[in-house]
């Protein structure tokens, strides 16, 4: 049992065989997490310190590491190291919104993403079972992100709705802008594989590059549209 760790994972286009280097430009373009992470630390702390932010600072960071680990020994271990600190930050960055862009309770900040939670694991199941065959494979494992893609827009939209000129539209302006580029990320990682005939390198790494700048602006927006509530519970 213990040897299924060690399981070679040939999940992306540019992967063709188990040597640890064979996905040079996934592996290399995870740097631009590390970008990402720096510069939102930077940013934290160049005013008063926002130690939810740099929260999210240190966590783009490992999901760079972990995402690198995994394209370099694409074993079944080292993909946990790549999708759990993503997962991590997904959520905590929808209790975020819920607590600090939208301004919900403690209790219903939790409720919601609890509820998110729920739902994001029973998607690809419930799609998978009216389309009488699993869709994760044909979408690259793609459709796992489509609940944080529609989060993304739901939250951008409600903020919109706010009156014109206010921090909160401001902010939705934001995340519906930041959704429509994660669309776009989403869309390249689906094309990985489709396009290894014309393209042997693939087009995940591209998926690297524009979730690293997703990420920073996701976490520039909680840094400079408001705080959580004080003094409610």
Do not use: K, Q
Not at 34 to 44: D, E, G, K, T
């Amino acid at each position: 049992m213990a040897g299924a760790w060690w399981e070679p994972v040939r999940a992306y286009c540019e992967r063709t065989g188990p040597e640890a280097w064979a996905e040079p430009l996934n592996a290399l373009s995870n740097a631009a997490f590390l970008v990402a992470a720096a510069a939102i630390l930077r940013r934290s702390r160049a005013g008063p310190r926002d130690p939810t932010v740099e929260g999210l600072g240190w966590l783009v960071g490992v999901i760079g590491l972990g995402s690198a680990l995994f394209h370099t020994l694409a074993v079944r271990w080292s993909m946990l190291a790549d999708v759990i600190p993503i997962a991590v930050f997904v959520h905590a960055y929808v209790f975020l919104a819920m607590r600090r862009l939208l301004g919900l309770t403690l209790g219903a900040a939790l409720a919601l993403t609890l509820a998110f939670a729920a739902a994001a694991a029973g998607l690809e199941p419930a799609l998978s079972g009216l389309a009488g065959r699993p869709l994760g494979p044909p979408t690259n494992g793609s459709i796992d992100y489509a609940p944080a893609a529609l989060a993304l827009l739901g939250v951008g939209g409600v903020l919109r709705r706010a009156g014109a000129g206010t921090a909160r539209r401001r902010a939705g302006t934001a995340l519906l802008g930041l959704g429509g580029l994660f669309l776009v990320s989403l869309a390249v990682r689906t094309l990985d594989a489709a396009l290894c005939p014309v393209l042997p390198a693939g087009t995940h790494w591209l998926w690297h590059l524009i979730n690293a700048a997703v990420l920073y602006g996701l976490a520039r927006v909680a840094l400079e549209h408001g705080r959580a509530p004080v003094g409610r519970a």
